[in-house]
Nanobody, 118 residues
Framework: QVQLVESGGGLVQAGGSLRLSCVAS????????MAWYRQAPGKERELVAG?????NYADSVKGRFTISRDNAKNTVYLQMNSLKPEDTAVYYC??????????????WGQGTQVTVSS
């Protein structure tokens, strides 16, 4: 099994910054990719940033958000700067990994709320 624990969400004013963290633990052999998604009320879940063979960002966050990884700690971060009210959403960590029993798992974190006030 693979477990994900997210942290770092909260309430911030427009223009402010937040840093999200997600730690993966459990029977991990190798992590293929780590990503952040978000889901705003009434909207579908969307990819914010991904880190695998390539790093990619949603157009709406390019230049403001940065995804990074600490592979030794199985941790992915999302540094969010110049936050806007439209960034308000529940942010989810997503990990694609091979387990120690050669099973490929795609797992989701529990979500962390980010609220940006105007």
């Amino acid at each position: 099994q693979v477990q994900l624990v997210e942290s770092g969400g909260g309430l911030v004013q427009a223009g402010g910054s937040l840093r999200l963290s997600c730690v993966a633990s459990g029977s991990i052999f190798r992590i293929n990719a780590m990503a952040w998604y978000r889901q705003a009320p009434g909207k579908e879940r969307e990819l914010v940033a991904g880190s695998g063979d390539i790093t990619n960002y949603a157009d709406s966050v390019k230049g403001r958000f940065t995804i990074s990884r600490d592979n030794a700690k199985n941790t992915v971060y999302l540094q969010m700067n110049s936050l806007k009210p439209e960034d308000t959403a529940v942010y989810y960590c997503n990990v694609d990994a091979w387990t120690l029993v050669a099973v490929r798992k795609v797992c989701w974190g529990q979500g962390t709320q980010v609220t940006v006030s105007s």
